[in-house]
């Protein structure tokens, strides 16, 4: 076993001190000052120490997970062992293209602004996720179909996100309850993410990815960049971007992603957070691999350690 497996947050976990870690390594400046300039001048920074509603909002809150994994990255990755296997959570998946060199940073967070934008263009009803925990996928497909909701990604056999109308959503949790769910709740999210209600907008962004990124670049050597959709391998960008985009209104099998990097054989695995969810999620997956996200240390220096504690392993 050897190198790195990098997962790369999707929405739902910022907080207030999401950036503390690393607001003020200077690998990072360059990453703020980008992302703030999609924000009109406002630090990032600032906002999201304001905390509140405002940082989930779904414009803001796309722009705020691809900030925390590329400044994230910026500082660690002169230190993360290589080859890399690199998978990216919903709307992590754009940054994640970013983390694999195949777009830079202001390309990443202009489209990740504009892939926000035409999400909300195209939401026309109260909507949202949901995460369900402890049913199987047939009593999921059955909440699906009596609320008119659809799966939005699967996490692993009996772990759900849901997404469709709010009160549909509601409906579904009750009943998920009542049927013996051990987890069921509302997710932090506007938007019915990766469901066909936003088909027109998977088709908008496809047309933005082919003007942005160059339809001739390779993935480079030394790195495995896993598709959301379906967990196979980025081959090229001229038909990566059809499932980047694709991946707006179609279900995201996360637990395929998973699987795809456990088979990479990483010596370990780093989340870029904000939070440590996907890193939870792996390590349940495959407990043999020891994983972390950069949200559960208080230093950068102690991700260094923990790094070369793991490679030497």
């Not at 509603?53 to 925390?68: D, R």
């Not at 660690?76 to 983390?99: D, T």
Request: aromatic share 4%.
């Amino acid at each position: 076993m050897s190198g790195t497996a990098i997962l790369c947050s999707g929405q739902g976990n910022q907080n207030p001190a999401m950036f503390d870690l690393i607001a003020d390594e200077p690998a990072a400046a360059p990453i703020f000052a980008a992302a703030s300039r999609e924000l009109g001048g406002r630090d990032v920074r600032d906002i999201v120490r304001q905390g509140g509603e405002a940082i989930h909002g779904n414009n803001v809150a796309q722009l705020l997970c691809c900030t925390a994994t590329l400044a994230a990255w910026a500082v660690i990755s002169p230190s993360v062992p290589r080859p890399l296997v690199i998978a990216g959570y919903s709307a992590g998946e754009l940054p994640a293209w970013a983390v694999a060199g195949l777009v830079d940073a202001p390309t990443a967070f202009d489209l990740v602004t504009q892939r926000a934008a035409l999400m909300d263009d195209e939401t026309h009803q109260l909507s949202g996720l949901a995460a369900i925990v402890g049913l199987s996928r047939g009593s999921i497909d059955s909440l699906c179909s009596t609320y008119g909701l659809d799966v939005a990604i699967i996490n692993g056999p009996t772990h759900f996100i849901v997404g469709g109308g709010a009160s549909g959503i509601d409906s579904a949790l009750t009943e998920a309850r009542q049927r013996g769910a051990s987890h069921a709740v509302r997710l932090p999210i506007q938007v019915a993410s990766h469901t066909p209600a936003l088909t027109a907008a998977s088709r908008q962004f496809l047309d933005v990815l082919r003007e942005r990124v160059p339809a001739d670049v390779g993935v480079p050597a030394g790195i495995r960049l896993i598709g959301g959709v379906d967990g196979a391998p980025v081959g090229d960008t001229a038909k990566g971007v059809i499932r980047l985009a694709a991946q707006i209104s179609t279900t995201v099998n996360w637990a395929a992603c998973m699987e795809a990097c456990r088979a990479a054989r990483p010596s370990h695995v780093l989340e870029l957070g904000p939070g440590n969810a996907l890193a939870r999620m792996m390590s349940e997956a495959a407990p043999d691999i020891p994983s972390r996200s950069v949200a559960d240390f208080k230093s950068v220096s102690g991700i260094d350690q923990w790094l070369a504690t793991v490679r030497r392993l």
